[in-house]
């Protein structure tokens, strides 16, 4: 059996392609079907996130991650008539599964590039900022190169855009969990929302660079950064913040309180006064502490 990065001997054990050594990049896809002889493609270009590899054996067959049995060659040799074939390369590529001889799909190893390249942005945008952050820096974090990461993304701001979105997907699914124990409770699920913000802004104090909530609200941070006549990203963050004001008030007026919108407004000022102050302040040693004490007095009032 030949090892990854090694040289390969030939299916009968007598032949052996000499100095031919091949490895294949994460995420790629490998093709193999039985034959005379072996045909392997070669080394990937510059830049390449994966390569395609197209191969045969005598009496062998290819397994996941590219490995051969015992009948295998796996080399950067040339075929009997000595014509090689050329390795293509594509970022797109890593978004297929690997497959194996019986055309059976394996799980990729590793996530798709789109998705590498969105986390990447996610994580640097957060910490860094938006205008801080390069194409560049995001592609070498992520694994991959610029052209690759405009393939899947046409442009920076349309990357901005999905971040954007994907935090509002996240926030609005830690909204649903926090207040679906006290389903038929509006009041309850209000002081939830306020006591789970707190319970989460206590990772900070525990383990800061894995902490979601420790620069404060995402979308908050970018809608200072986004330029005013960008009214693509501007429309994304409005419409998050009015959801989220809608919700409150919506609550509110379940709950039974006199002045609902009023109330609404009232705890959506308490949420975003401390979201912003986890910027400044370490953990839950800011006026953060006091925010659960604060929604409940207000809503106390509001109630009677």
């Known amino acids: 059996?030949?090892?990854?990065?090694?040289?390969?001997?030939?299916?009968?054990?007598?032949?052996?392609?000499?100095?031919?050594?091949?490895?294949?990049?994460?995420?790629?896809?490998?093709?193999?079907?039985r034959g005379a002889g072996s045909r392997v493609a070669g080394s990937p270009a510059a830049g390449a996130d994966t390569v395609h590899v197209t191969g045969s054996t005598k009496g062998g067959a290819m397994t996941k991650g590219?490995?051969?049995?015992?009948?295998?060659?796996?080399?950067?040799?040339?075929?009997?008539?000595?014509?090689?074939?050329?390795?293509?390369?594509?970022?797109?590529?890593?978004?297929?599964?690997?497959?194996?001889?019986a055309g059976k799909e394996v799980a990729p190893e590793r996530p798709r590039v789109r998705d590498r390249i969105l986390e990447t942005a996610s994580e640097l945008f957060y910490a860094r900022g938006i205008r801080c952050v390069g194409v560049d820096s995001i592609a070498t974090e992520a694994g991959t190169n610029k052209m690759s990461l405009y393939r899947n993304f046409p442009s920076k701001e349309e990357l901005v855009a999905e971040y954007l979105r994907e935090q509002e997907r996240e926030y609005w699914s830690v909204w649903d969990a926090t207040i679906e124990p006290f389903e038929g409770d509006p009041r309850r699920q209000l002081e939830a929302l306020f006591d789970g913000f707190l319970e989460r802004a206590r990772c900070k104090d525990d383990y800061l660079e894995e902490c979601k909530v420790r620069r404060g609200c995402a979308l908050g941070n970018a809608a200072v950064e986004i330029p005013e006549d960008d009214e693509n990203l501007h429309a994304i963050v409005l419409a998050y913040k009015s959801?989220?004001?809608?919700?409150?008030?919506?609550?509110?007026?379940?709950?039974?309180?006199?002045?609902?919108?009023?109330?609404?407004?009232?705890?959506?000022?308490l949420l975003e006064g401390g979201c912003y102050t986890l910027s400044t302040f370490s953990g839950t040693s800011g006026p953060i502490a006091s925010m659960a004490k604060a929604a409940r007095a207000l809503i106390s009032i509001h109630l009677r």
């Open 243 to 269: 959801e989220l004001r809608r919700r409150l008030r919506t609550l509110s007026r379940e709950a039974g309180a006199s002045e609902a919108d009023a109330l609404g407004d009232a705890l959506m000022l």
């Open 1 to 33: 059996m030949a090892a990854d990065g090694g040289a390969t001997s030939a299916a009968t054990g007598k032949n052996v392609a000499k100095g031919a050594t091949s490895s294949l990049g994460r995420g790629s896809r490998v093709a193999g079907s």
């Open 66 to 101: 590219g490995a051969m049995t015992k009948g295998g060659a796996r080399a950067r040799a040339a075929t009997k008539n000595g014509a090689a074939n050329r390795a293509l390369a594509s970022g797109v590529s890593e978004a297929a599964a690997v497959m194996n001889t």
